[in-house]
């Protein structure tokens, strides 16, 4: 009989057979095309018949101007080389299920129809022997071989198992390797890629925070449609995380609400106010202010500065957040609240309008002082500039 430790294990590997569909993938890398000329790309989630980062890159190899592709699949995947099969042909027999490589370095009309496209793609794939070889492992993205082929890589492009984020990114960093990947956007408030994303060493993609269709392998048990046999999956809070520079995280949020202290009340264990939208961030506040943490889906370093976030141990030492105390939680209690806290707990909460409250996924964050420069120009050539001498 399954043991528990089995059945968990299980669900887990289950949870991590989502595969991205091509419309998806199109709409983030349109951004960051400027990024992949003369690049080393490496898929290393991606079975290269089940995944359309594998057919996004593969199709677009001399629109991107890319040096090399590179995609591993991984031996456990209950799919491996056989499932969804993007060249609709089953070029690998279906007992075939092993761990392999495929690298491209050109894309050319090999096939002599006149056209490139994936159909020459396909035809290296099954003609060339250099192409498609097998791995001695797994294809864990962390076995040894694996790990040389990022070595030699530029840039990593995937969805990764959901259950080994973490772990994911970290490698990945610890590499000093450029990345885009598919995200849960929970993983702002992972305790090891916060502090990351805080000194401004990966942030969030274009699209954030969004419910997004997957297709599911067929033994999966719940899924939202059928469409053309394949089942699909919706998934929310669905976005991106990379280190590539793009050009929303140099955009300034919109400010239009002035600062009061009726609206933006303080907290009660910490000196900063609560803004309970990231559209009401007041534009003339340059104190600690707690915003929910969809700021970090338009969060530009150069207007502000990510000082911690509340519910990381860290950040609460660093700001000197205090306890809850016996008082609010009196309150907080006596207004019908049955959320699970404790007077102990250093996490942000405030009263408003003599109602406790406990203020949901806070980042805290201060204004930029703009612009600095103006300190050292003489007054007299800034009233000209102005038009008030
Ligand atoms: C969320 S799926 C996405 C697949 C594909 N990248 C896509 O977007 O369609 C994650 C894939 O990673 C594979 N995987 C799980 N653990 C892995 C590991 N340690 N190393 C490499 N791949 C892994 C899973 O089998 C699964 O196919």
Redesign the pocket.
Known sequence: MANNKTLSNAKR?KK?????QLVD?ESELVHYKTHFLGKTVF?????PY????FKYFAANFNHLGLKKLIA???D?????GRQLDIFGQGILPKSDKKAYKIEITEVTDVNNDGAINLADVEYLIKNDKNVLSKLDG??????IE?EKLLEDADIVV???????LND?ILFLHEHSKKFLV?CNHNIVHYTEIFPLIKDNQMWLGFNSNKTVK??MPDYYEKWDEIIDGVKYGKVPSIGWITNLDITKRHEDLILYKTYNDFDYPKYENFDAIDVERVSEIPCDYYGIMGVPDTLLDQYNPEQFEILGADGIPQSAIDLGIGRIGEEWMKKYRANGGTGHYTANMKSVVLVRNGIAKKPYSRIFIRRKQKPTEYASIEPSVLMAAEGTE
């Open positions: 590997a991590d057979e989502f595969y991205t993938i898929c290393n989630c991606d079975d089940e995944s359309n980062f591993t699949c991984y456990p995947s209950p799919v491996a797994d294809g864990d993205y962390k076995s694996c995937t969805n990764p198992p959901f259950s080994k994911y598919m997957f297709a």
